[in-house]
């Protein structure tokens, strides 16, 4: 299917902005669930936005269809999740905290399967898909690598994933 250059920005923005949106209301419920700080919020949004900008603009070239494809809207949930975790670096560590943190991580890697086989059953794998998914993931490791050392659950060793 030819690229429509119109429709393709239109419904990935629209993706990123409903993401960014449920980012932001998960990040400020955690925060006033698990005591986290008022930079919560604030640095969850910052970086989802950040990612979603690097990713959004590889899709001129990296991705050939005309719509931005279930596969990666379930890579931009697995992001939002992941841009969770990755938002308690820094964050105080009670058991709650490191408890979510898991059950996130956790929901992360169970959609991870589902993306890919989402991008093969509708016949929708792009060169783009795959570096998204593979950031995420990546993002995700060294996220939970960090929460290891800071949580004095692996020693610095675990830094270089």
Do not use: C
Request: no cysteine.
């Amino acid at each position: 299917m030819p690229l429509s250059t119109e429709r393709l920005p239109a419904n990935a923005l629209a993706t990123a902005l409903a993401a960014l949106g449920a980012v932001i209301g998960l990040a400020w419920l955690a925060r006033l669930e698990l005591a986290l700080s008022v930079w919560y919020p604030i640095k969850v949004g910052g970086l989802f936005a950040l990612a979603i900008l690097l990713a959004l603009g590889r899709l001129r070239g990296h991705h050939p269809f005309a719509q931005f494809g279930t596969a990666n809207q379930v890579t931009t949930v697995r992001a939002v999740l992941v841009v969770l975790v990755t938002g308690l670096i820094g964050e105080s560590a009670p058991p709650r905290v490191a408890a979510t943190a898991a059950a996130a991580a956790l929901a992360a890697t169970m959609l991870d399967g589902l993306d890919g086989w989402l991008a093969r059953h509708t016949e929708m794998a792009s060169a783009f898909g795959a570096r998204f998914d593979v950031e995420v993931d990546a993002l995700l490791i060294q996220a939970l690598a960090i929460l290891a050392w800071r949580y004095g659950k692996a020693g610095p060793w675990v830094l270089l994933s």
